[in-house]
């Protein structure tokens, strides 16, 4: 029996500085997978003007990102590293998702109700069919896993549920192409031209919150920088806004459940879990009933040198734009390659004449 070849495809968006929660929940993990996947890692630009469509430097943006991919240690000679608006069909498949998926379902994505805040009708059509276009970002390249923040994991069922319809919407088309592939979903057999894709949610803290309240997420967009660690921050810089870090005046707790109602001590465990690779509860075995003021410097130095390295790589590569623009260059002809596959068996299965 044939099936689909394991793919990893993930993305990030060029708006706003890369941040720790960016490289621990998202960078790091790519490289992880790239030792024994065939992985695809896209600067998703066309995502970036769903919200904002003006943007004051768009094209340094993406490449900034291309940088960190490359400085945090993605091999893009041996995998794929790329800007999704230089493979157009991506649009064009996620056009005949829109047609594929639902209202109902594109209304209970939370994450449109969250970007869009209470004025709904002034929000883009782009960001409300966002999920539309993430789904074909993946299944044009017709892949299998997507590391992602538990955030993102509502997109990931809505892309298994487009995949799945259009599946059985084409069933019969699909069969008689000789392009799909036997999957069983459930206890149910299917002959699919597109993979269940499955999401890649794991470590210590796949959500990395915000310095200054531990309830929210860390942001690109929250108007503090002291809310966030950037990858491109300096060691001072670093040491400023972990020491400065919104905390609770009791100590450390030693075991994982003195965490429990203390957000902000919460994330910073998290984070130094995540850095050090190690789980929450064995930073609390050593650090267990001190105080803050003992912790953050330790934080403090463990940052600076996860990061550092990658700081400085990232500032070596952006000051050759030349050599980023050949790495996406390459990237997106070797992506278009692959995604013109997916498209002419779609075109066929659709019945658009070519």
């Known amino acids: 029996m044939s099936q689909f070849q394991p793919r990893v495809f993930s993305g990030v968006q060029p708006t706003g500085n890369l941040h720790l929660g960016n490289y621990l929940g998202a960078i790091r993990k790519f490289v992880a997978l790239q030792d ?96 539309s276009l993430m789904a074909a970002d993946i299944l044009v390249y017709r892949g299998t896993h997507v590391p992602v923040g538990d955030d993102q994991k509502q997109h990931l069922e809505l892309a298994r549920d487009i995949a799945m319809k259009f599946n059985l919407d084409f069933a019969d088309k699909i069969r008689a ?113 001190q105080q803050f003021s003992v912790f953050k410097p330790a934080l403090v130095d463990l940052a600076v040198s996860v990061l550092s390295p990658v700081t400085e790589e990232m500032r070596r590569l952006m000051q050759d734009t030349s050599h980023i623009d050949a790495i996406l260059k390459d990237g997106g002809e070797r992506a278009r390659a692959r995604a013109a596959q997916t498209m002419a068996m779609v075109r066929e299965v659709v019945g658009f004449l070519r």
Not at 75 to 90: G, L, M, R, W
């Open 36 to 131: 024994n996947n065939d992985c695809m890692y896209c600067v998703v630009d066309m995502h970036a003007i769903t919200a904002q469509l003006v943007h004051d430097d768009l094209i340094g943006q993406t490449r900034s990102i291309a940088a960190a991919f490359i400085a945090a240690g993605i091999d893009a000679k041996k995998h794929i590293v790329f800007n999704q608006s230089t493979v157009p069909e991506h649009a064009e498949l996620a056009w005949i998702f829109n047609c594929v998926a639902r209202i109902g379902w594109m209304n209970r994505m939370t994450q449109f109700k969250d970007k869009a805040g209470k004025d709904r009708e002034q929000a883009s059509l782009g960001l409300y069919a966002y999920p």
């Open 177 to 289: 192409s000789g392009h799909g592939v036997d999957i069983t979903v459930g206890d149910e057999p299917v002959h699919a031209l597109f993979p269940m894709v499955e999401p890649l949610i794991d470590g210590p803290a796949p959500r990395v919150m915000s310095l200054r309240d531990g309830t929210k997420k860390m942001s690109k967009s929250d108007p503090s920088d002291l809310s966030r660690v950037n990858l491109l921050d300096d060691a001072e810089t670093i040491s400023k806004k972990i020491r400065k870090a919104k905390t609770d005046p009791d100590g450390l707790p030693s075991e994982l459940a003195g965490l429990a109602g203390r957000p902000e001590a919460d994330n910073l465990v998290g984070i130094f879990a995540a850095l050090a690779d190690r789980t929450k509860a064995d930073v609390l075995a050593e650090f267990g009933g």
